[in-house]
């Protein structure tokens, strides 16, 4: 089967091209081979590869930088997101589309269902729910949306490289304790969005999807800390304080509480480990070389 992976140069997008390369016929395009906010371009690609499964896992995802760049979000997110469902519907192709918690406000006090209302905070977040909404309406036949949360994976921009980063090179660091969410590695959320592709009962659906559990930033920057210590022992690691949001101001404003309902794509792709098992499993197995600076390793 022929399948189109957009944003190939990303976190999801790496990890994606990895596992469906035994499995598919797979063209994965850049975000210099393909822009999907050039709707001719999109057009282009799809006439040129003729994908039966297409995931979008491009996006503009610099989420305080959007407040700035209200445009270029939109652009990516938005008109690009309708690019590619205007072109799966045009085609016949099955299209899976991803999306964020930050749809969300945060006050809920139990995690959202995928029918929740969204009502978005900052600029990337309506970008991402205006992307949505532009997929089921050009594409409800052939798209599913999975939303996920908290993303991390080996050699991306994410959270987890970045503590392990600051941990190796401060004496201190003070990390937010009241925005709780769940941490997700790009392994599974690659591993679920290749089998929602082959699950026709997931078509015109929104989903949502996370490794299991809960966790505030410092929870997860603390399970970091205790791991590295265990993996680099002989290194000196930065101690963590917890702080409120308010002491640690930010461009975009985020959900307080952003856990997403999962039952539904559980039933339909299983369920995803804790997120600590799999942060054991990424930071003691994985390569070190992915996800420390070669400098840092000691
Ligand atoms: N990261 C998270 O915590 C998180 C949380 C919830 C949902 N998500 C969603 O998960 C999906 C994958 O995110 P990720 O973590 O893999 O993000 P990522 O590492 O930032 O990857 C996104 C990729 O899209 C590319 N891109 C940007 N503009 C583009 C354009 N106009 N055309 C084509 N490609 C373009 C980026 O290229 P450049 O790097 O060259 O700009 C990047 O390679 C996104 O839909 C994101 O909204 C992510």
Partial sequence: MRLLITGAGGQLGRTLQRQAAPHFEVTATTREQLDIGDAEAVQAVFRATR???VINAAAYTAVDRAESEPELAQRVNADGAAHMAREAARTGARLLHVSTDFVFDGQACAPYPPDASTRPLGVYGRSKRDGEQAVMQHAPEQATILRTAWVY????????????????????LSVVSDQIGTPTHTEGLAA??????????????????????????????????????????KRPLAEITPIPTRDWPTPAHRPPYSVLDTAATRELVGTPPHWQVRLERALLHDAAEEWLPEAAIG
């Fill in 51 to 53: 994908p039966a499964l």
């Fill in 192 to 233: 679920a969005l290749l089998a929602l592709g082959g699950i026709d009962a997931s078509r015109g659906c929104i989903l949502h999807w996370t490794d299991s559990g809960v966790a505030s930033w410092y929870d997860l920057a603390m399970a970091t800390r205790t791991l590295a210590a265990r993996r680099w022992p």
């Fill in 153 to 172: 994976g080996p050699g991306g921009h994410n959270f987890v490289r970045t503590m392990l980063r600051l941990l190796a090179e401060k004496p201190a």
